[in-house]
């Protein structure tokens, strides 16, 4: 049984008791990492809760935190005070006063140090499989040397794979032979499972269950090390996502990624509920350096890549074919790029513009690049609905209530104004073209052989496509 004691007792995580004192007897059973200044959906009991205090901001905010850990039944508060300027004096009144541990964690340990450590007295218990599994997640914590112990142990191959169907890591190539499959414990919008080849009894599913755990623990420090790999370029993805952002704090921001400044890159934007993690997800085996980033927005995440990355040509159609897979709410990806540093604010634009675009498609899942749609149909996504709206119906006038003469108009215009394609395309005598397109510049006021009207009814005409 690990005990809150016992995490005191640890000589590697120096943690300091803050609160709590006759409290220690009280039992951990696994461990929860937020920053929510709420977190109480998602406590349980037994907990050993982490957290950087990055939720405190003002006097009064320990009360309801602390307080949601006390309904939940939590076992303890582990905190770090290096973003806070130490322990604030009201988190350990809101200690004290609802009996809740708070122990200290130092400023200079890791989070993921402190994580693997817990996780590694919980399981010290564990016997056989069990026992040599922790043991080499302790010699080498990466996924396939983990899978490759594991499919020894459980005489089976082991993949992970990922709820868009990509395979995360696996103890043998190829597709994995569902037979047995297991969840991965974590909160992440892409949620993770773990399969065996091979039907399991009571004994070796419980090597399975812990096997996923480590799975899980794994994850979360590999996500921990990404969220401080991506602190750098934090301040550049907040700008990029900010159309009031200078050039001047854009290039200061550009200049702590390290990336060079004449590197062709993509911006990406998405809005879904944990886009973070949704372009995590999508991005997870790009090549080169790739940053990825929370909006202040709620659903809302940036990502800046490499263009020379070797995508194949139909990236958005095999990313909306995952996203499909994945499941869930309303999915939408907008691109915008390649640009160099100079030119990063136009591709930020160019991709809140394809956001709009994929946000006027019908489909669950929409990824637009603003390469596949014209310079036209991007300005328009630029244009509030009102205005667009508004637009059509000064244009069209009462040409808008003949839907024959507007297919006649619209194909007449793409065809750039060729009478003989354009009657061969309807399929009509070229006089019955000339006399319906001298009706529909009737219904306009306006003619239609007059490049700049043709621009403008184009422009009309595309703003329900």
Not at 163 to 188: D, K, M, N
């Amino acid at each position: 049984m690990t005990l809150v004691r016992t995490l005191l007792e640890i000589p590697e995580l120096r943690m300091r008791l803050r609160a709590g004192g006759d409290l220690l007897d009280r039992e951990v059973t696994r461990i929860y990492g937020t920053e929510l200044p709420d977190p109480s959906r998602y406590l349980s009991e037994g907990e050993l809760v982490l957290s950087g205090l990055l939720w405190w901001r003002e006097p009064g905010d320990a009360e309801p935190f602390v307080a949601a850990l006390a309904h939940a039944r939590c076992a303890a508060l582990a905190a770090s005070g290096a973003d806070t300027g130490g322990i604030p004096d009201e988190l350990v009144a809101a200690c004290e006063r609802h009996r809740m541990p708070l122990l200290e964690v130092p400023a200079d340990l890791s989070f993921a140090v402190v994580t693997e450590r817990v996780v590694l007295a919980l399981a010290a218990e564990s016997g056989g499989a069990r026992k040599r599994l922790l043991s080499a997640a302790a010699e080498d914590a990466s996924l396939p040397t983990l899978l490759t112990h594991a499919a020894t142990e459980l005489g089976a191959d082991c993949w992970v794979c990922s709820a868009t169907g990509r395979v995360v890591a696996g103890s043998a190539p190829g597709a994995p032979r569902e037979r047995t499959v297991l969840p991965v414990g974590g909160r992440s919008a892409v949620p993770w499972s773990l399969v065996v080849g091979a039907e399991l009894g009571p004994g070796p599913t419980e090597v399975a269950e812990e096997l996923a755990s480590l799975v899980g623990l794994a994850r979360a420090r590999e996500e921990e090390v990404r969220r401080v790999r991506m602190g750098v370029a934090a301040p550049l993805l907040a700008l990029l996502a900010d159309p009031a952002g200078s050039a001047a704090e854009l290039a200061t921001a550009f200049a702590a990624t390290g990336l060079p400044a004449d590197l062709p890159l993509r911006v990406l934007l998405a809005h879904a509920p944990g886009a973070g993690d949704i372009l995590g997800e999508l991005l997870a085996e790009h090549p080169g350096p790739v940053f990825v980033g929370e909006l202040a927005d709620a659903g809302g995440a940036v990502a800046l890549v490499p263009a020379d990355d070797g995508r194949p040509s139909d990236w958005p159609a095999a990313a909306t074919r995952a996203l499909e897979r994945l499941g869930g709410g309303r999915v939408l990806i907008g691109i915008g790029g390649p640009a160099p540093m100079p030119g990063l604010r136009g591709a930020s634009e160019e991709a809140r513009h394809a956001l709009g675009a994929a946000a006027r498609r019908a489909e669950r899942v929409a990824v637009v690049s603003g390469e596949e749609i014209g310079v036209h149909r991007l300005l328009l996504a630029g244009a509030p609905d009102e205005l667009r709206r508004a637009l059509r119906e000064r244009t069209l006038g009462s040409l808008a209530g003949h839907p024959e003469l507007l297919r006649t108009v619209r194909v007449y215009l793409e065809c750039s104004g060729s009478p003989a394609r354009t009657a061969k395309a309807l399929h009509v005598h070229v006089n019955t073209l000339r006399y319906r397109l001298a009706r529909a510049g009737e219904l306009l006021g306006a003619d239609l052989t007059d490049f700049r009207t043709q621009v403008d009814v184009y422009l009309a005409l595309s703003v329900d496509n």
